[in-house]
């Protein structure tokens, strides 16, 4: 899957806060309802513009900003 097809980042909304397809909706906010145990069918149904692919997508962009953060070596 390629999360940058699901997920727009724009200056002018949300506070350029990375969105899925240009919703108002926050890849943190389905994040934190993921981390918060509601399940796949409850976020859809509570957000019927949203997608399974759209909550994939959210958690690519999530793998992909961390893998690309810098570690701080060990100190030895």
């Known amino acids: 899957m390629n999360y940058k097809d699901y997920i727009t980042i724009e200056p002018n909304k949300r506070g350029g806060k990375p969105c899925v397809r240009s919703l108002r909706i926050t890849v943190y906010e389905v994040l934190e309802y993921l981390a918060s145990?509601?399940?796949?069918?409850?976020?859809?149904?509570?957000?019927?513009?949203?997608?399974?692919?759209?909550l994939k997508a959210c958690i690519a962009f999530a793998a992909d900003r961390e893998r690309r953060l810098m570690t701080v070596p060990i100190a030895s």
């Open 37 to 54: 145990e509601m399940t796949e069918e409850e976020i859809l149904d509570d957000f019927p513009d949203l997608t399974h692919e759209d």
